[in-house]
């Protein structure tokens, strides 16, 4: 019951943040309902036991990239207030929540009316994981230890520990290839933001920029 | 009564159907950015709840890569913008057609 409850709570937040970024007309109150909103997703982390994801998730978006949102529309200073009566485009508001209800649509048909799923009725659990993926790409790391197998006083390891262990066994090579993605995305910055007549640079008086 | 993982399951397609609304009528990049981000959340609560119900940890493998691909695109994105907006701090998404060259 208090996890019905706890759900509850976080999926209002969830969805409450998200419908805040998409009706705000300032994008520092869009960022800050994103902020709210990542918290939803840390607590639902947090009540299927992958705590290590829960803390990763407040720290990278609700911190690193939430705060890069923020730092760019202050840079900017476009925390001006949009006016959301106009619509540019005549029919992109209506086009665009009917194409969203055909996605929500889609995916909840995909979801209720696809083939085996997870019930008693629907087979082993491991008929369930063969058809979701197609093969067998279990890692051998559960998420949940049985408690009869461990001996007295023992604790279950941490999700962390198996989360490193898939992550630095079958899958360091991707795990490479993140670092090499990471180098290129942060040159890829760097050249983009360039200024390219740096060297002779004329220093604006204070409060003179041009925005 | 209990929370399964169909519970979890339909409030990330909720998820993902309003950050794909939210992508579809607003113009403002910045703000269409977030709604991506709403995208990936929804995909990473889909992808730790299918790994507690066949009790992999590959799932919860799957959602780090997501945040790692997910801070490479938003650094990318971001100085996008930045590198737009210094000319035109009224940028609306119709404006990156400048990109075709």
Partial sequence: ?211 | MEVTETWYLVLSAVLFALGFTGLMIRRNPLVMFMCVELMLNAVNISFVAFSGVLNDIAGQTAVFFVLVVAAAEVVVGLSLVVALMRRNADLASDDLSVLKG
């Fill in chain 1, 1 to 211: 019951m208090v996890s019905v409850v706890v759900f509850a709570i976080a999926a209002t937040v969830v969805l409450g943040g998200a419908v805040g970024v998409i009706f705000s007309k300032n994008p520092v109150r869009a960022a800050l309902s994103l902020i709210a909103s990542f918290f939803g997703v840390a607590v639902l982390f947090v009540i299927q036991e992958a705590h290590f994801l829960a803390f990763v998730q407040v720290v990278v978006y609700a911190g690193a990239v939430v705060v890069l949102f923020l730092f760019v529309i202050m840079l900017l200073g476009v925390d001006k207030t949009e006016d959301l009566e106009v619509e540019p485009l005549a029919g992109q508001r209506s086009a665009g929540v009917l194409l969203g209800l055909c996605v929500l649509g889609l995916v909840l048909g995909g979801l209720f009316l696809s083939g085996p799923g997870f019930g008693e009725d629907a087979g082993t659990k491991t008929e369930g994981a063969v058809a979701l993926t197609g093969q067998q790409t279990q890692s051998g790391r559960p998420v949940r230890f049985d408690e009869s197998l461990l001996e007295e006083g023992e604790r279950p390891p941490a999700d962390v520990e198996g989360l490193a262990a898939d992550l630095f066994g079958r899958n360091v090579l991707a795990f490479e290839a993140t670092a090499l993605l990471l180098t290129i995305a942060t040159v890829g910055a760097v050249v983009l933001v360039r200024n390219k007549g740096a060297e002779g640079i004329e220093i604006d008086e204070p409060g003179t920029a041009t925005r």
